[in-house]
């Protein structure tokens, strides 16, 4: 379910979704923000292109709202809740987990993104020339 094969294992890896042998970005540490986004043209093992269409990432955006609506949702219930904070200190405490999770959130939504259009396939050596 979490290992190699699996959409989970693509997703939260950041590796190729196709053949999941390497990363899909250049540099893995997402909070050097200057590179937050440089990707590789191509997988180096599968050949699969990353960017399938010019503006393929457009729609990531809109996965990463729906991420950050749950990274919030979970952070207040964690203030509020587990931590018995008063309403204004429950939403400071999802502005800054939003803020300090923000370069995870994006690439986690390329990753959700791309591994909707490609699946795993495990028969790839096979089918490289």
């Given at each position: 379910m979490f290992g190699?094969g699996?959409?989970l294992y693509?997703?939260?890896?950041g590796?190729?979704?196709k053949?999941?042998e390497e990363s899909m970005y ?7 923000l200057?590179?937050v ?5 191509k997988?180096?093992h ?7 269409e ?11 709202y ?10 207040f ?5 587990q ?5 204004k200190?429950?939403?400071i405490?999802?502005i800054?987990?939003l803020?300090?999770?923000?370069p995870i959130i994006?690439?986690?939504s ?5 591994n ?6 495990k028969?790839w ?5």
């Amino acid at each position: 379910m979490f290992g190699k094969g699996s959409k989970l294992y693509g997703i939260l890896t950041g590796c190729c979704p196709k053949c999941q042998e390497e990363s899909m970005y250049k540099v893995k540490n997402s909070y050097i923000l200057t590179k937050v986004f440089d990707m590789h043209e191509k997988c180096s093992h599968c050949g699969q292109k990353y960017k399938i269409e010019p503006s393929f990432f457009f729609g990531a955006m809109f996965v990463s709202y729906g991420v950050s609506v749950g990274i919030g949702i979970i952070a207040f219930l964690v203030s509020h809740y587990q931590f018995k904070t008063n309403l204004k200190t429950s939403f400071i405490s999802i502005i800054i987990s939003l803020i300090a999770l923000m370069p995870i959130i994006m690439r986690v939504s390329r990753n959700i993104w791309i591994n909707i259009f490609i699946h795993f396939d495990k028969d790839w050596k096979n089918k490289v020339k």
